[in-house]
């Protein structure tokens, strides 16, 4: 059954703790996105990669940080430097790792509390 | 920097009515992407239009995307509670190298 997985789905945690969010995908596809989603602001491009070894900052890149060691997985870290962590955090893969534009498949999301 | 707005933000209606978003970039755009979110879901991918002027239907629902590629439109006729949710258009950036999303519009239905 292919797809995207998220865990885990509810995350909470306590202030000045890192935090890593897993995503896996089974779809083969290069390009993976992780992506915040705050109430009535869409969604907004963490970190993006188009191949393996390789990542780049998208518009709200600090505070987190993600390796990209396995085409499948691209796990994301909400360090203790990021301000206001607490959000629905959502990861995305697409098909070519050059074209970015291409259609975007979403896991379920991990919603992060930060306490 | 280059944007993508979509207008309304929200919209409720009357089960049966007739619902319409729209979408406007600031920069001409090589393809508009459309996505829906159910209420506690993620975003799954509707349907892409590329070419100027195109015109595509899903059952109820009907994307357009506009001459001049700079703005497209979704709209469903005769509502059901079934199509709740919040629907996003996503355009690409100057350099092709981004999808940007719109902030979406979030229909609510009523039966």
């Known amino acids: 059954d292919g797809g995207i997985t998220q865990s885990p789905k509810y995350l909470f945690r306590k202030e000045g703790q890192n935090v890593t969010l897993s995503c896996e995908q089974n779809?083969?596809?290069?390009?993976m996105y992780w992506y915040r989603q705050d109430p009535g602001q869409g969604l907004r491009l963490i970190y993006y990669?188009?191949?393996?070894?390789?990542?780049q900052k998208g518009d709200i890149a600090e505070g987190y940080s993600v390796s990209r060691e396995k085409k499948e997985s691209f796990p994301l870290t909400v360090t203790s430097a990021q301000k206001n962590p607490t959000a629905f955090y959502l990861c995305?893969?697409?098909?070519?790792?050059?074209?970015?534009?291409?259609?975007?498949?979403f896991g379920p999301g991990t919603r992060l509390t930060v306490l | 920097g280059q944007q993508v707005m979509q207008i309304p933000q929200y919209q409720h209606v009357q089960e049966g009515e007739d619902f319409t978003t729209y979408c406007n970039s600031s920069t001409t755009l090589s393809n508009i992407q459309w996505y829906k979110q159910r209420p506690g879901g993620h975003p799954v991918f509707l349907i892409q239009?590329?070419?100027?002027?195109e015109v595509k239907k899903q059952k109820r629902l009907t994307f357009q995307f506009g001459e001049a590629k700079k703005n497209s439109s979704l709209h469903i006729t005769a509502t059901q509670t079934t199509d709740v949710g919040t629907y996003f258009c996503?355009?690409?950036?100057?350099?092709?190298?981004?999808?940007?999303f719109g902030k979406g519009t979030t229909l609510s239905v009523s039966s």
């Open positions: 996503a355009g690409n950036n100057q350099a092709g190298t981004a999808l940007i």
């Open positions: 990669s188009q191949i393996v070894n390789d990542f």
């Open positions: 239009l590329v070419k100027s002027g």
């Open positions: 995305a893969s697409s098909r070519a790792g050059i074209l970015l534009t291409d259609t975007q498949y």
């Open positions: 779809l083969n596809h290069d390009a």
